[in-house]
């Protein structure tokens, strides 16, 4: 069964095992993850890092500004 796309944060994060896993995929702390939860948008300078860890992972989200269309491919550089 294929997943629908992610539409908001609270479920980006959920689908990453919740803050405190997702923290530790991007190096940050668990708090920044839940001000992000908390004011609806992840910071634009964590879009290519996180973009990149949604694709390794198979989730389903891209940055909000971005076009449907664009071709997604995983950069591992941006993940370490």
């Known amino acids: ?3 629908r796309s992610v539409r908001t ?3 980006l994060v959920r689908r990453f095992g919740g803050p405190t ?10 708090n ?3 001000n992000w939860t908390a004011a609806g948008e ?5 879009h290519a890092r996180l973009l990149a860890l949604a694709v ?7 940055p909000p500004d971005w076009p449907p269309d664009v071709q997604l ?4 550089e ?3």
Do not use: T
């Not at 896993?21 to 668990?30: C, D, E, K, M, Q």
């Not at 992840?42 to 964590?46: K, N």
């Not at 390794?56 to 891209?62: A, E, P, T």
């Open 1 to 3: 069964m294929q997943q």
């Open 9 to 11: 944060v609270a479920e």
């Open 21 to 30: 896993a997702l923290a530790r995929a991007l190096g940050i702390s668990p």
């Open 32 to 34: 920044a993850v839940s």
């Open 42 to 46: 992840v910071p634009e300078r964590w």
């Open 56 to 62: 390794q992972r198979k989730v389903d989200w891209r």
């Open 73 to 76: 491919r995983c950069r591992p």
């Open 78 to 80: 941006l993940i370490a």
